[in-house]
């Protein structure tokens, strides 16, 4: 059951609870890795990629137990430092598990990793993060095998504010002896999370939501129970739904702190937004105002993961708007499955330039990727007739229950 169809036009109204972070509880799973013993996660989404990082850490010794949104992670026994290829071809956050694994084995062998493909992805920041703690690191045939000795805390750079790359980096530093200062890194949520989970195994970060994050290495002392923050893409995402559907929602376990340029454009758009604790509500305007000029950046500037969801929901706004991509070259692929639909989006390198049109047209679309089948929902969800979306096993990855959360806001919405 990999399409999703869709009979669109009908406002969403009603109340939804935002599930657990997928882009937040991945690194934490790969970071259970660095306690010999139990670790607890809440709030887990049950979603295919964090199936597949279940997988991968059975694969190397792991026992785990889940229980709805309950998972229990026993690390207590690896018996191998090897990711098999064929998890690592599924998902690119199985790139997360060499840095735990260098701190707790001194040795781990994995591939380049897959994933979406929305463009280039380069692991070179993991790579040098890793060499210059001291760890040797061979690359051969798509292959990675690296290995560590006895490794000092020292300096290290990031030329670029990579999320995945700053996680690995905090991760490997645990197992430095001293202290590790890692400059230029990420500011972004997940990275927060991730040290506070840390702090939960009573390893000492400083600095996390800032570009310097300083990682006291250590072995983990405690058995944390963490509850994992909402995800503020699938909150985003549903929130875009009300809005092109012309509805009105209010959705509970918001990380609203986490949220606010996303709820900026929505208000930019013309739509009523209250925040309140976890609580966001929205209501719709009688049509949308387009964004003249919208860029995707590293937080706290808009996320890369809602721009094809903007994209999909400024083809509908009143007026012209431009979304220049700054983060994946590659995120455009939607762009042609949109016009198809009858919205009118002119692609021009990392820009698109977007007319609004009155409205969009049911039609048979595919997802390239995990946030751009997300976008074709949403443009189904306002499209007159039926929407058929194939290749739904992407959406899949990222989003619980999407079709179910989206039926109990009123969408005529199935799997086929």
């Known amino acids: 059951m990999n399409d999703i169809q869709i009979l669109g036009s009908l406002p969403l109204y009603g109340e939804q609870r935002v599930q657990g972070s997928k882009n937040a509880v991945l690194p934490m799973m790969a970071a259970s890795l660095l306690h010999k013993g139990t670790t607890v996660l809440e709030n887990v989404p049950q979603i295919e990629d964090v199936s597949c990082m279940v997988r991968i850490l059975e694969k190397l010794g792991a026992s785990i137990q889940r229980d709805g949104h309950r998972m229990e992670i026993d690390a207590a026994n690896l018996d191998s430092c090897e990711i098999s290829l064929d998890y690592v071809r599924k998902m690119r956050s199985s790139i997360m598990v060499l840095g735990p694994l260098l701190a707790r084995l001194g040795q781990a062998v994995t591939y380049y990793p897959g994933g979406c493909s929305i463009g280039k992805r ?11 703690l001291g760890i040797a690191v061979e690359e051969k045939d798509g292959r990675i095998e690296a290995r560590a000795g006895r490794y000092e805390g020292t300096q290290l750079w990031l030329a670029f504010p990579s999320v995945g790359a700053t996680e690995n980096a905090i991760m490997a530093a645990v197992g430095a002896q001293g202290e ?8 972004e949520p997940e990275i927060v999370e991730l ?14 939501g800032t570009d310097t994050i300083r990682v006291r290495g250590q ?18 995402t549903y929130l875009a739904a009300a809005a092109v559907t012309g509805g009105e929602i209010c959705l509970n376990d918001a990380p609203t ?22 609580r966001i509500s929205l209501k719709a305007p009688a049509r949308l105002r387009a964004v003249p000029y919208l860029e995707t950046a590293v937080y706290p500037g808009f996320p890369t993961d809602m721009q094809s969801i903007f994209l999909a929901l400024l083809c509908l706004a009143r007026g012209n708007s431009v979304i220049q991509e700054n983060i994946f070259e590659g995120r455009f692929e939607t762009a042609a499955e949109l016009n198809r639909m009858g919205a009118k989006v002119r692609v021009e390198g ?13 039609a048979e679309v595919t997802a390239r990727d995990l946030r751009g089948g997300a976008a074709l929902v949403v443009a189904g969800l306002a499209a007159q007739g039926t929407t058929t979306i194939h290749d739904c096993e992407h959406v899949y990855r990222g989003y619980e229950e999407i079709v179910k959360d989206l039926q109990s806001l009123g969408a005529r919405i199935e799997k086929h």
Do not use: N
């Not at 072995?219 to 985003?236: L, Q, T």
């Open 122 to 132: 380069p692991v070179d920041y993991h790579v040098k993060l890793l060499r210059d």
């Open 180 to 187: 590790t200062v890692i400059r230029g890194c990420a500011r």
């Open 195 to 208: 040290c506070l989970f840390l702090a939960g195994m009573g390893i000492e970060t400083v600095g996390a």
């Open 219 to 236: 072995e983990s002392g405690k058995s944390p129970v963490y509850r994992v923050c909402g995800d503020r893409i699938a909150a985003g």
């Open 257 to 278: 702190a986490y949220m606010k340029t996303i709820l900026e454009v929505l208000c930019a758009c013309g739509c009523q937004v209250m925040a309140e604790g976890s």
């Open 350 to 362: 990392r820009k698109a330039h977007i007319t609004g049109v009155q409205s969009l047209k049911g």
